[in-house]
């Protein structure tokens, strides 16, 4: 597994909202992959750090905003047990303090919040338990596929500082000075799951993939001495999406830009994600800014997810959009499964280019 830390990965900036039961409502291949990566995270090895089903609330200033939801929600809910028994709750302050006290909710039980650092964290860990080796480098693809990994800029962070002690991180790049690109053997399979950047790794393959980043920027508060831990997601018919971690810490956001590769906060994103969250929830004007992030999501042109083999050896999985935390690793899994030769769970023929 090679990744140079680009500035701007999407997983590291995302807050991690699993609801996929009030979206896509025209789109039904898409919802399928956004509930079935839903499901899956009951089969990862993940703590509550990573994962934890909270809740998310629905909330409007009027029961008639709700009502396509409630509709859409109650024509899911038999295919979709999993998202528990939809509630009315008339005062949501009630379970998310800061909120306006006006505002009513619908509660789905089932949906969970993810912290993307640590489910990011927590797999590849657990893949260097089953043998894989993860070096700090740029990979880039020749015409037949083979792997050309080099070492990454300097100042490129690690993506894995925060792997537990006991992982071991292979790398060739004792010295980077010193190495020029390294053409590593030609492997059988190889799964290019690099997000915005996916078109640029495939185009040697004389493939064109029509992905392009979409920004979006987030800001993490803390309110002192909130148990914030179980308070359930805030998803507003209007305004930004709002969660809670342990130890006080909220995220809210987030902006969705056409900004190019540029992962840079800026004065007018910060300003658009704060008015709009003390719309929705006026008690976080307290709160202390602890944090902003900015990362770049992978947007298929076509509108929907890419998860195809696209050479003989290569296959390639992007376009996720502001769900690749909810679908991410369930079409991992999928492509996996065809790079293996296997066959897939889903038909690929609905995410294809």
Known sequence: MVDAGQPGAATAAGAGIVCPWVDHEEDEAWYLLAREGARHYGELPLDESAHATVGALLVAGDWSELEPSRALLAGRRA????MGEV???GRAADLFPPLDPGLKALFVPGAARVDGRAVRDSLLAAAVRQGTTIVRGSASLTPDGTVVIA???TDLASPFTNLPPSTELASPFTDPAAYGPVAQPVADAVIVAAGAWAGELCRPLGVELPVFPR???IVHATMAGSDTAAWPIVLPTQGPYLLGFPDGRLVMGATVEEAGFD????????AEVLSGALGVAPGLADATVTETRAGLRPVMATGRPLIARVADRVVAVTGMSAYGLTAGPYAGLVAAT???GD???LDLAQYGL
């Open 338 to 340: 065809l790079a293996m």
């Open 215 to 217: 920004r979006g920027q």
């Open 343 to 345: 066959e897939p769970p």
């Open 79 to 82: 295919e979709a047990p999993e």
């Open 151 to 153: 070492s990454p800029p």
């Open 263 to 270: 992962p840079r906060i800026t004065v007018a994103g910060m």
């Open 87 to 89: 509630t009315e709750v």
